[in-house]
Protein backbone atom coordinates (compact mmCIF):
# COMPACT_ATOMS: atom_id res chain seq x y z
CA UNK A 1 0.00 0.00 0.00
CA UNK A 2 0.92 3.27 -0.33
CA UNK A 3 2.99 5.75 2.09
CA UNK A 4 -0.03 6.90 3.81
CA UNK A 5 -1.15 3.53 5.21
CA UNK A 6 1.24 0.69 5.70
CA UNK A 7 2.48 -1.27 2.50
CA UNK A 8 0.63 -5.01 2.18
CA UNK A 9 0.16 -8.55 0.38
CA UNK A 10 -2.19 -7.49 -1.62
CA UNK A 11 -4.03 -10.51 -3.97
CA UNK A 12 -4.20 -9.12 -7.84
CA UNK A 13 -8.45 -9.48 -7.02
CA UNK A 14 -8.15 -6.95 -4.56
CA UNK A 15 -6.61 -4.90 -6.69
CA UNK A 16 -8.90 -5.28 -9.74
CA UNK A 17 -11.26 -4.77 -6.87
CA UNK A 18 -9.90 -1.44 -5.48
CA UNK A 19 -9.64 -0.16 -8.98
CA UNK A 20 -13.07 -0.65 -9.66
CA UNK A 21 -14.00 1.19 -6.13
CA UNK A 22 -11.77 3.82 -7.09
CA UNK A 23 -13.74 4.55 -10.28
CA UNK A 24 -17.00 4.60 -8.30
CA UNK A 25 -15.36 7.17 -5.42
CA UNK A 26 -14.97 9.62 -8.40
CA UNK A 27 -18.22 10.35 -8.03
CA UNK A 28 -18.91 10.48 -4.71
CA UNK A 29 -19.97 13.05 -2.00
CA UNK A 30 -16.52 13.76 -1.53
CA UNK A 31 -15.37 15.64 -4.09
CA UNK A 32 -11.78 15.71 -4.52
CA UNK A 33 -10.39 18.46 -6.96
CA UNK A 34 -8.80 17.20 -9.89
CA UNK A 35 -5.97 19.02 -11.36
CA UNK A 36 -5.07 22.19 -9.33
CA UNK A 37 -4.49 22.77 -5.49
CA UNK A 38 -6.49 25.43 -2.85
CA UNK A 39 -4.48 28.67 -2.67
CA UNK A 40 -7.19 30.76 -0.63
CA UNK A 41 -6.73 31.85 2.89
CA UNK A 42 -8.28 29.83 5.40
CA UNK A 43 -11.12 30.98 6.44
CA UNK A 44 -12.22 28.82 9.36
CA UNK A 45 -11.46 25.97 11.28
CA UNK A 46 -14.02 23.69 12.65
CA UNK A 47 -11.71 21.02 13.67
CA UNK A 48 -7.82 19.74 14.28
CA UNK A 49 -6.13 16.66 15.73
CA UNK A 50 -2.38 17.63 16.89
CA UNK A 51 -0.47 20.63 16.73
CA UNK A 52 0.23 22.24 13.39
CA UNK A 53 -2.38 24.68 12.57
CA UNK A 54 -0.16 27.82 12.67
CA UNK A 55 2.18 26.34 9.82
CA UNK A 56 -0.29 24.81 7.51
CA UNK A 57 0.19 25.99 3.67
CA UNK A 58 -2.55 25.27 1.83
CA UNK A 59 -0.27 25.84 -1.41
CA UNK A 60 1.53 22.61 -0.50
CA UNK A 61 -1.70 20.46 -0.27
CA UNK A 62 -1.37 17.03 -2.27
CA UNK A 63 -4.16 14.83 -3.42
CA UNK A 64 -4.88 12.18 -1.53
CA UNK A 65 -3.47 8.54 -2.32
CA UNK A 66 -6.05 6.08 -3.52
CA UNK A 67 -5.85 4.08 -0.55
CA UNK A 68 -6.76 7.35 2.08
CA UNK A 69 -9.68 7.95 -0.93
CA UNK A 70 -10.75 3.98 -0.34
CA UNK A 71 -11.23 4.56 3.44
CA UNK A 72 -12.86 8.22 2.93
CA UNK A 73 -15.29 6.85 0.42
CA UNK A 74 -16.27 4.43 2.56
CA UNK A 75 -17.11 6.87 5.75
CA UNK A 76 -19.00 8.26 2.91
CA UNK A 77 -20.91 5.14 1.66
CA UNK A 78 -22.12 5.19 5.46
CA UNK A 79 -23.19 8.26 6.18
CA UNK A 80 -24.68 9.14 2.97
CA UNK A 81 -27.00 7.40 3.36
CA UNK A 82 -28.72 9.40 6.48
CA UNK A 83 -28.24 12.59 4.30
CA UNK A 84 -28.95 12.27 0.78
CA UNK A 85 -29.95 14.14 -1.26
CA UNK A 86 -28.35 16.87 0.80
CA UNK A 87 -24.93 15.43 2.13
CA UNK A 88 -22.20 18.00 2.44
CA UNK A 89 -19.59 18.32 -0.23
CA UNK A 90 -15.97 18.37 0.81
CA UNK A 91 -12.38 18.21 -0.66
CA UNK A 92 -9.92 15.69 1.17
CA UNK A 93 -6.38 16.89 0.68
CA UNK A 94 -3.10 15.71 2.25
CA UNK A 95 -0.08 18.29 3.49
CA UNK A 96 3.09 17.85 5.62
CA UNK A 97 2.29 21.89 6.59
CA UNK A 98 -1.35 20.70 8.05
CA UNK A 99 -1.91 19.13 11.92
CA UNK A 100 -2.54 15.92 12.14
CA UNK A 101 -5.85 15.90 10.71
CA UNK A 102 -7.99 19.10 10.07
CA UNK A 103 -11.23 20.28 9.14
CA UNK A 104 -11.35 23.67 7.63
CA UNK A 105 -13.69 25.73 5.47
CA UNK A 106 -11.96 27.86 2.70
CA UNK A 107 -14.58 30.25 0.67
CA UNK A 108 -17.32 28.13 1.66
CA UNK A 109 -16.08 24.92 0.52
CA UNK A 110 -15.10 22.51 3.21
CA UNK A 111 -11.95 20.30 3.20
CA UNK A 112 -10.64 17.49 4.98
CA UNK A 113 -6.52 18.02 5.14
CA UNK A 114 -4.21 14.98 6.77
CA UNK A 115 0.03 14.86 7.20
CA UNK A 116 0.70 12.02 5.61
CA UNK A 117 2.85 10.49 8.59
CA UNK A 118 0.05 10.55 11.09
CA UNK A 119 -2.37 8.59 8.60
CA UNK A 120 1.22 6.11 8.41
CA UNK A 121 1.30 5.65 12.29
CA UNK A 122 -2.44 5.67 12.69
CA UNK A 123 -2.60 2.48 10.44
CA UNK A 124 0.33 1.26 12.50
CA UNK A 125 -1.01 1.13 15.54
CA UNK A 126 -4.83 0.67 14.80
CA UNK A 127 -5.43 -0.27 11.13
CA UNK A 128 -8.23 0.45 9.02
CA UNK A 129 -10.36 1.04 12.00
CA UNK A 130 -8.49 3.58 13.41
CA UNK A 131 -8.32 5.69 9.86
CA UNK A 132 -12.25 4.98 9.47
CA UNK A 133 -13.06 6.14 13.01
CA UNK A 134 -10.73 9.36 12.92
CA UNK A 135 -11.81 10.13 9.08
CA UNK A 136 -15.97 9.71 10.58
CA UNK A 137 -14.87 12.19 13.15
CA UNK A 138 -14.48 15.13 10.80
CA UNK A 139 -17.01 14.35 8.01
CA UNK A 140 -18.89 14.17 11.52
CA UNK A 141 -18.28 18.05 11.78
CA UNK A 142 -19.45 18.79 8.07
CA UNK A 143 -22.70 16.77 8.74
CA UNK A 144 -24.00 19.57 11.31
CA UNK A 145 -24.59 21.73 8.35
CA UNK A 146 -28.05 19.93 7.79
CA UNK A 147 -28.59 20.21 11.32
CA UNK A 148 -28.54 17.33 14.81
CA UNK A 149 -30.30 14.09 14.43
CA UNK A 150 -33.18 13.76 17.03
CA UNK A 151 -31.27 11.00 19.14
CA UNK A 152 -28.31 13.43 19.89
CA UNK A 153 -28.52 15.14 23.42
CA UNK A 154 -29.23 18.48 23.59
CA UNK A 155 -26.70 19.03 25.31
CA UNK A 156 -23.44 17.54 23.33
CA UNK A 157 -21.18 19.98 22.03
CA UNK A 158 -20.11 19.86 18.51
CA UNK A 159 -16.66 17.36 19.72
CA UNK A 160 -19.55 14.96 20.51
CA UNK A 161 -22.17 15.50 17.83
CA UNK A 162 -18.54 14.56 15.62
CA UNK A 163 -17.90 11.27 17.91
CA UNK A 164 -21.78 10.29 17.54
CA UNK A 165 -21.61 10.65 13.92
CA UNK A 166 -18.22 8.30 13.76
CA UNK A 167 -20.39 6.21 15.76
CA UNK A 168 -23.53 6.23 13.45
CA UNK A 169 -20.63 5.61 10.07
CA UNK A 170 -19.39 2.52 11.73
CA UNK A 171 -22.61 1.32 12.49
CA UNK A 172 -23.33 2.14 8.66
CA UNK A 173 -19.99 0.83 7.21
CA UNK A 174 -20.86 -2.47 9.46
CA UNK A 175 -17.16 -2.48 10.82
CA UNK A 176 -15.90 -5.70 12.95
CA UNK A 177 -15.50 -6.19 16.30
CA UNK A 178 -12.00 -5.62 15.77
CA UNK A 179 -12.21 -2.33 13.48
CA UNK A 180 -14.87 -1.10 16.27
CA UNK A 181 -12.37 -1.51 19.19
CA UNK A 182 -9.43 0.07 17.02
CA UNK A 183 -11.57 3.12 15.96
CA UNK A 184 -12.45 3.80 19.27
CA UNK A 185 -8.95 3.28 20.76
CA UNK A 186 -7.44 5.85 17.58
CA UNK A 187 -10.35 8.27 18.79
CA UNK A 188 -9.05 8.12 22.37
CA UNK A 189 -5.30 8.94 21.65
CA UNK A 190 -6.19 11.71 19.15
CA UNK A 191 -8.48 14.08 21.17
CA UNK A 192 -9.14 17.66 20.12
CA UNK A 193 -8.19 19.94 22.24
CA UNK A 194 -11.67 21.20 23.31
CA UNK A 195 -12.62 17.07 23.62
CA UNK A 196 -14.26 16.48 27.18
CA UNK A 197 -13.21 13.40 29.13
CA UNK A 198 -12.94 10.27 27.56
CA UNK A 199 -15.79 8.01 29.27
CA UNK A 200 -18.74 10.87 28.11
CA UNK A 201 -17.32 10.38 24.39
CA UNK A 202 -17.68 6.76 24.64
CA UNK A 203 -20.62 7.40 25.36
CA UNK A 204 -21.50 9.64 22.62
CA UNK A 205 -20.06 6.94 20.15
CA UNK A 206 -21.70 4.53 21.49
CA UNK A 207 -25.07 6.25 21.02
CA UNK A 208 -24.49 7.24 17.61
CA UNK A 209 -23.52 3.43 16.61
CA UNK A 210 -26.82 1.65 18.65
CA UNK A 211 -29.19 4.53 17.30
CA UNK A 212 -27.50 3.43 13.09
CA UNK A 213 -28.51 0.14 13.82
CA UNK A 214 -25.08 -1.26 14.81
CA UNK A 215 -24.82 -4.38 17.31
CA UNK A 216 -21.90 -5.79 19.29
Request: aromatic residues 6%; glycine residues 8%; contains cysteine.
Amino acid sequence: MSSDVKRGVTTETQRTQRRRLLCVLCVSVVTLLSNIVLTVPIDQILCTLGPGTTTYNAYSDERPTPDAMELAGKVNGGLGSICRPNCPTMAMFRNKSAADLMLLVTSGQAKIVYKPEFFTSVYDKYGEGGILALIAHEVGHAMEANGTAKWMKPGWNPELRADAWAGCAFAKINVTSKEFQNGMAALQANPSLSHPDWMTRRSAIQIGYEQCGGHR
